[in-house]
């Protein structure tokens, strides 16, 4: 998925402060994309598919891989549970359509997310595969994988600027 910059933008996103959240603005394409990027997400987690276990999901607990396991088996119902809820309140807050304004606990639940969506595309978890790289990606997941962790860094960035200094970013 390509980004053009600026207001003339073909396909990509830009991200305002907003008061204490922000304000996201995509280009018909990328909504469109994304909202099929999360319910497919939201589906996946109902299903329990493969691709989105826990031990990809969540991250180890301990240094001990049988501790951590045991800490998933504890607790990796309710940490997938917010995750739905969390993607829940992102779906219901956005219906659809090319805008999106959070306030900051808005903001955190989109990021969380984009953050968990990018298990679906990546082939280690997380936490131990390289960062994404759009200029290295070559397959779709490769490149969704990417443009995910790019539009949670948009986010991000928006969301920490200084309020009193211009709050514009594109990708």
Known sequence: MAFARGSGMRDGASAVREGDGVRLDLTENVAEVLRGILVEFGQALESGAEDVRDDRLFPDAY?????????????????????????????????????????????????????????????RPRWKAHPPNDFVARRDRDVKSAWLASLEN???????DDPAAPGVHTL
């Open 154 to 160: 948009l986010i991000t960035t928006a969301i920490l």
């Open 63 to 123: 240094r001990k891989k049988g501790d951590s396991e045991g800490f998933r088996e504890r607790h990796g119902a309710e940490m997938r549970a917010e995750v739905r809820a969390t993607l829940a309140r992102i779906l219901g807050r956005w219906p659809g359509g090319t805008s999106l304004v959070l306030d900051r606990a808005g903001v955190a639940d989109l990021r969380l997310v984009l953050v968990h969506a990018q298990v679906r595309y990546l082939r």
